[in-house]
């Protein structure tokens, strides 16, 4: 895979929590914030279990739960729905077995997503606000 360079400039607060996460994970400051932008993108999301989730750092955590499922799962779902809905029978086996995947695939994002936030909670993280829980 080929790089690109960028130069951020972060705010100095930003970049002291991330090079204490590197420095807690005795990791270069550009490998975590590498990796947190791809699990925030997508990128990595195969490689997210939640078996792997403990080790993460926050930064990392936060990048999953705020990751969005892609929008053409989401679509394909509701399409195999409104499908069987308006044919008035099932869907082919074909189409069953795709949306049985997507199914099983949104259901490991909401597991990986919803343990991120136990695990930050956990970490002491205001979830509860992050939520909408309080005021």
């Known amino acids: 895979m080929t790089q690109q360079t960028v130069v951020l400039d972060l705010p100095e607060d930003l970049y002291e929590r991330i090079r204490q996460q590197a420095q807690t994970a005795n990791r270069p400051v550009e490998e975590v914030v590498t990796e947190t932008l791809a699990l925030l993108f997508g990128l990595a999301e195969h490689d997210v279990t939640v078996e792997s989730l403990e080790s993460r750092s926050d930064a990392e955590l936060w990048a999953i739960v705020h990751r969005k499922m892609t929008w053409d799962l989401e679509a394909r779902i509701r399409g195999l729905s409104d499908l069987e809905r ?27 997503r ?22």
């Open 86 to 112: 308006t044919l008035g029978s099932p869907l082919s086996a074909e189409e069953e077995l795709e949306r049985d995947s997507l199914v099983a695939e949104h259901d490991r994002y909401v597991l990986v």
């Open 114 to 135: 919803s343990t991120a936030l136990l695990l930050l909670k956990q970490r002491g993280h205001d979830i509860d606000r992050y939520l909408g829980m309080t005021d």
